[in-house]
């Protein structure tokens, strides 16, 4: 892996759960309120390893940030978006980040697929999913994940889309088969 994927996988991890741990479950509980540019909640749903995940319907739970960087005329971007859950009562979440070298080619419909350094300065996804503070589950091995945006609003900072992605942890050699995800209404930051 060259080192530019390590920095940008590393980059990706921090954005997309750095709000999805333990310490923050009581502070998402309680932080009841909107979320997604409309009025409604940001959700994240998602069958992992066929069963259910879906991210608490509080503000908070969600969170997606977008990154520029202005690269040959362009500007590329990294967007990192996260969701978190108490499954019963244990955090878990799911992380999945999207790039391209082209910011206004972000549009309804675009698709990013896997990571690999022949398609990194075009366009590339990534995937995570994290449980119970024991099992962190990345793309890394396995360049698998595929993004598809099927709403953005640039004006107002909303996103929604679809994803899947087969993620591995490094630890336990787990597989994690995520599928059927859906992120729907996520304000982001830039």
């Known amino acids: 892996?060259?080192?530019f994927k390590k920095i940008?996988?590393?980059?990706?991890?921090?954005?997309?759960l750095?709000?999805?741990g333990s310490d923050d479950a009581e502070d998402i509980i309680e932080d009841i309120g909107g979320?997604?540019?409309?009025?409604s909640i940001a959700q994240i749903t998602a069958k992992v390893n066929g069963n259910d995940f879906s991210?608490?319907?509080?503000?908070?739970?969600v969170e997606a940030r977008l990154s520029l960087l202005p690269i040959n005329g362009n500007q590329a971007y990294v967007f990192a978006i996260g969701?978190?859950?108490?499954?019963?009562?244990?955090p878990t979440a799911?992380?999945?980040?999207?790039?391209d070298s082209n910011f206004d080619a972000l549009v309804n419909g675009k698709v990013h697929q896997g990571i690999n350094d022949s398609n990194l300065e075009e366009q590339f996804a990534l995937g995570t999913y994290q449980e119970n503070d024991e099992i962190n589950a990345t793309t890394e091995n396995t360049d698998n994940a595929i993004v598809k945006v099927t709403f953005i609003d640039k004006t107002n900072k909303v996103i929604s889309g679809e994803f899947s992605?087969?993620?591995t942890d490094e630890d336990s050699g787990q597989t994690f088969e995520v599928t059927q995800g859906r992120f729907t209404n996520v304000p982001y930051d830039d």
Not at 8 to 16: C, D, E, Q
Not at 35 to 39: E, L, N, S, T, V
Not at 55 to 61: D, F, K, P, R, Y
């Open 8 to 16: 940008l996988l590393f980059s990706f991890l921090t954005l997309a």
């Open 55 to 61: 991210s608490l319907v509080v503000e908070g739970a």
């Open 1 to 3: 892996m060259t080192v």
């Open 94 to 99: 799911i992380g999945i980040a999207m790039g």
């Open 18 to 20: 750095n709000s999805c």
């Open 165 to 167: 992605f087969t993620a």
């Open 35 to 39: 979320g997604g540019g409309d009025g």
């Open 83 to 90: 969701g978190a859950d108490l499954n019963g009562g244990l």
